[in-house]
């Protein structure tokens, strides 16, 4: 999609562009009941999508309400997610509390990642699903996967292929009128996340609220800078990750460049592990929409919001990883940039 936005530090409660056939609306509380030929890409506090689209739903956003028809593939992430329209191709959904109503249909396959999730609407693929808690009370056309806390499969669900689970046996209920056409089978429960991956989680969110309250201004305005030039971003990205490698082992040939080296090496890990932060920022920004505050308690606020939609987002199976790769490209190219423009206008 070749349309992109801002989020300027003035703007209107909502916000609606269209971009070609593409629109893009924003706000605490945009609402949408148009047809639109192509893509339908929304964020805010409290969105709602009733119309049509020609192409993709993309949405972010506290809650979300998806009726309507989708022609092509859903793919959403925020708090509360109801999604109770039409959709031609697939889905893919990460959030708090996941509701697919008795209303939905999804033509495709359903990827699913959120603390409680029901599934009552008819799905003519398959379904994978991970969270705390997963109800199924509908029609599924083809396999099912669930990785959960607790499995419910109520007397409406109706599996046309095969049911794996990876839940714990008591934990498990499955309704005498459910029916599975294939084979049913527990998986081994798997341990939790690793201490160290809780522990890098728990370091990114505090790493990043220490540097937006320290340096605020430079994470509004880098948060500006993706939304205003995510291409140039990601070239700046991109450069940096290849070229510092090669920089530091080139500085290794030499005793003279060995601490330079190590030098550039700390600072690199460490801009990758800070790379995301302004991609969270402005995430936030669009979340919070007409709310979002500015000085520094409003860059913490912006960025933990963000923020732990991103970690959301990552552990979504399939596309997590290279979600958060792509933010992590993007965030340290904007930084990069806003960086150098800083450089730039003290040299003057």
Same mark, same amino acid.
């Given at each position: 999609?070749?349309?992109t936005f801002a989020c300027n530090r003035a703007r209107p409660e909502?916000?609606?562009?269209?971009?070609?056939?593409?629109?893009?609306?924003?706000?605490?509380?945009?609402?949408?009941?148009?047809?639109?030929?192509?893509?339908?890409?929304?964020? /805010? &506090?409290?969105?709602?999508?009733? +119309?049509?689209?020609? !192409?993709?739903? =993309?949405?972010? %956003? $506290? *809650?979300?309400?998806?009726?309507?028809?989708?022609?092509?593939?859903?793919?959403?992430?925020?708090?509360?997610?109801?999604?109770?329209?039409?959709?031609?191709?697939?889905?893919?959904?990460?959030?708090?509390?996941?509701?697919?109503?008795?209303?939905?249909?999804?033509?495709?396959?359903?990827?699913?990642? /959120? &603390?409680?999730?029901?599934?009552? +609407?008819?799905?003519? !693929?398959?379904? =994978?699903?991970? %969270? $705390? *808690?997963?109800?199924?009370?509908?029609?599924?056309?083809?396999?099912?996967?669930?990785?959960?806390?607790?499995?419910?499969?109520?007397?409406?669900?109706?599996?046309?292929?095969?049911?794996?689970?990876?839940?714990?046996?008591?934990?498990?209920?499955?309704?005498?009128?459910?029916?599975?056409?294939?084979?049913?089978?527990?998986?081994?429960?798997?341990?939790?996340?690793? !201490?160290?991956?809780?522990?890098?989680?728990?370091?990114?969110?505090?790493?990043?609220?220490?540097?937006?309250?320290?340096?605020?201004?430079?994470?509004?305005?880098?948060?500006?800078?993706?939304?205003?030039?995510?291409?140039?971003?990601?070239?700046?990205?991109?450069?940096?990750?290849?070229?510092?490698?090669?920089?530091?082992?080139?500085?290794?040939?030499?005793?003279?460049?060995?601490?330079?080296?190590?030098?550039?090496?700390?600072?690199?890990?460490?801009?990758?592990?800070?790379?995301?932060?302004?991609?969270?920022?402005?995430?936030?920004?669009?979340?919070l929409g007409g709310r979002a505050r500015t000085g520094r308690q409003?860059?913490?606020?912006?960025?933990?919001?963000?923020?732990?939609?991103?970690?959301?987002?990552?552990?979504?199976?399939?596309?997590?990883?290279?979600?958060?790769?792509?933010?992590?490209?993007?965030?340290?190219?904007?930084?990069?940039?806003?960086?150098?423009?800083?450089?730039?206008?003290?040299?003057?």
């Open positions: 999609m070749a349309a909502n916000e609606t562009k269209r971009n070609g056939e593409d629109l893009l609306a924003r706000g605490s509380a945009p609402n949408v009941t148009d047809s639109v030929p192509g893509d339908a890409i929304l964020a /805010g &506090g409290d969105v709602n999508f009733s +119309g049509s689209a020609g !192409g993709d739903y =993309l949405g972010v %956003g $506290g *809650k979300q309400t998806i009726g309507g028809r989708i022609h092509g593939s859903v793919r959403a992430a925020g708090g509360r997610i109801y999604l109770k329209g039409a959709v031609e191709r697939n889905a893919t959904i990460a959030g708090g509390d996941i509701d697919l109503d008795s209303a939905a249909a999804v033509a495709g396959n359903v990827y699913i990642v /959120g &603390g409680t999730i029901w599934v009552k +609407g008819a799905l003519q !693929g398959g379904l =994978l699903a991970a %969270g $705390g *808690k997963v109800m199924l009370n509908g029609p599924v056309g083809r396999d099912v996967e669930i990785s959960a806390g607790s499995l419910r499969l109520g007397p409406r669900a109706q599996i046309a292929g095969s049911l794996r689970y990876r839940v714990p046996r008591d934990k498990v209920q499955i309704d005498p009128s459910a029916r599975v056409s294939g084979t049913i089978t527990a998986l081994p429960v798997r341990r939790g996340p690793s !201490g160290f991956r809780v522990l890098l989680t728990l370091g990114f969110l505090v790493a990043g609220v220490v540097a937006v309250a320290l340096l605020p201004r430079f994470a509004a305005e880098a948060s500006d800078t993706l939304g205003l030039s995510p291409g140039r971003s990601a070239l700046f990205g991109i450069g940096w990750l290849i070229l510092v490698p090669i920089a530091a082992c080139i500085a290794l040939i030499t005793i003279i460049g060995i601490p330079l080296a190590l030098l550039t090496v700390a600072i690199y890990v460490t801009l990758l592990y800070l790379g995301r932060v302004a991609v969270a920022v402005w995430l936030g920004r669009l979340i409003g860059a913490v606020v912006n960025f933990l919001v963000g923020g732990l939609l991103l970690i959301v987002i990552g552990i979504v199976p399939f596309v997590g990883g290279f979600i958060t790769l792509i933010a992590t490209v993007l965030g340290l190219g904007a930084m990069l940039i806003r960086a150098q423009a800083l450089r730039e206008q003290r040299a003057v």
